[in-house]
């Protein structure tokens, strides 16, 4: 079993701390690879008693604070991925398709680049 590391960035230079998940697989969709984030994102949530803001890939349609349906996650979440709200960078390569396999070697770095507007632009 490897680890993957998970990386959050936008474009205006902001970032967030890397945090691990284990992955069992060599080799994964992206698509499953963005579910088993989410759902780690919402077990954490639920785990805190969920209490607060939701803090993850995106944000829950309607209210934040309280528990959070995993499925509605994932699906805003391949929607965002779909919309061009995300890049997703594996090492130094981008990965374009939902259904694209990705290979993860142990200590596979996954970044998760968001998307912010211009202003004015």
Request: net charge negative; glycine share 14%.
């Amino acid at each position: 079993m490897g680890m993957v590391t998970f990386v959050d960035e936008t474009t205006s230079g902001g970032a967030g701390g890397g945090w691990e998940l284990a992955v069992a697989e060599e080799r994964l969709a992206l698509r499953e690879l963005i579910r088993r984030r989410v759902f780690q994102e919402v077990a954490e949530h639920h785990a805190r008693g969920a209490a607060g803001e939701f803090h993850g890939l995106v944000r829950p349609a309607g209210r934040t604070p309280g528990r959070v349906d995993p499925e509605a996650q994932t699906e805003l979440a391949l929607r965002a991925f779909a919309a061009n709200g995300f890049l997703v960078l594996v090492g130094d390569r981008q990965v374009t398709g939902l259904d694209e396999e990705i290979e993860l070697p142990i200590g596979t770095e996954v970044t998760f680049l968001k998307l912010v507007p211009l202003v004015g632009g």
